[in-house]
């Protein structure tokens, strides 16, 4: 009878140890329901707690990657003028970018990167995803600007042309609208008020066109506002971010999108360590505005 008593403990005990363990795996985050792309090590301390959480990227892109898009936008064609001479030499970016000045000074010798040439003249790489099943994409103005024609490649090799729906200069944010017969993936639209300097996202872009082309790192910090700009308060990562991530999505461990990466910090014009994003939760209320014709883009800043 009492062999009975002590494998009745036992039970007890070995019971209340498991509880304790799920109850520490969920303190980190490890919850399926919270954190779908989290691997956890099973080793624990002492203590209960898990020894280590690693991030399941390679699921996370399976999984978000296809509602991610490449752009590629082709110059619109100079005209003539009256003397004979091309119009619209000047730099579009440059005049309406208010971040060129800044990022100049940053790089004041930086040489001229040369565009490679194609039949439609120079290209402009930059990255996308898609926000709706009708195909609203958003992406960033600086990848936009100036530009004639807006080619759209998804995942699976499907190519569209893009309407420019509208474009706001002062967040960096452009809406673009594709006509799909078939089914578009869609990204999941995350919180990014619930993110933590120190947290796991990934980027997935087409840097210098590369396409689908998958960076990670951790959150630096929160609320960045930069020289000449305080609209927006940038997420600022360590994520690799280089020229053609521009307007591609920043996930989150739950695969939703919190920010559109925009801008890095540079005095080579590379990629060294700092890299911003513009909040989703920003870049969806300007997408908001820009779906409305009747509003002109001052119109929605006034």
């Known amino acids: 009878m009492f062999k009975k008593y002590q494998y009745l403990a036992l039970a007890a005990l070995c019971t209340a140890s498991l509880a304790g363990c799920d109850k520490a795996g969920s303190f980190f985050g490890a919850d399926k329901k919270e954190a779908s792309f989290v691997e956890r090590i099973e080793h624990t301390k002492d203590d209960g707690s898990v020894s280590m959480l690693l991030p399941d990227f390679a699921q ?40 060129y000045e800044f990022f100049k000074r940053l790089v004041p010798n930086m040489p001229e990167i040369p565009q490679e040439e194609s039949d439609d003249g120079g290209l402009n790489f930059g990255s996308g995803f898609i926000i709706s099943k ?13 530009m004639g024609s807006i080619k759209v490649l998804l995942n699976d090799k499907r190519e569209y042309t893009a309407k420019l729906i509208g474009s706001d200069v002062q ?34 872009g087409a840097p210098f066109g590369f396409d689908n082309s998958v960076t990670s ?32 999505p920043l996930f989150n461990l739950k695969g939703q999108v919190v920010g559109i990466n925009s801008q890095i910090y540079s005095r080579s014009g590379g990629f060294m360590g700092i890299s911003f994003a513009i909040p989703i939760d920003v870049a969806m209320n300007v997408a908001e505005q820009l779906k409305t014709p009747a509003k002109s883009n001052a119109d929605n800043w006034a």
């Open 171 to 204: 967040s960096d944010v452009a809406l673009l609208k594709i006509d799909a017969t078939e089914e578009l993936p869609v990204v999941k639209i995350g919180n990014p008020k619930d993110l933590k300097p120190g947290e796991w996202v990934a980027a997935i």
């Open 134 to 146: 009708d195909g609203y994409i958003l992406t960033n103005t600086h990848v936009v600007t100036g």
């Open 60 to 99: 996370l892109v399976q999984s978000e990657g296809p509602a991610v898009v490449n752009i590629q936008a082709a110059p619109a064609p100079r005209t003539q003028n009256g003397s004979g001479n091309a119009e619209n030499d000047s730099d579009p970016i440059a005049d309406n970018d208010p971040f």
């Open 217 to 248: 790192g951790i959150v630096s910090a929160k609320g960045r506002s930069l020289p000449n700009e305080s609209y927006t308060p940038f997420i600022q990562t360590d994520v690799a971010i280089n020229p053609g991530n521009s307007g591609g």
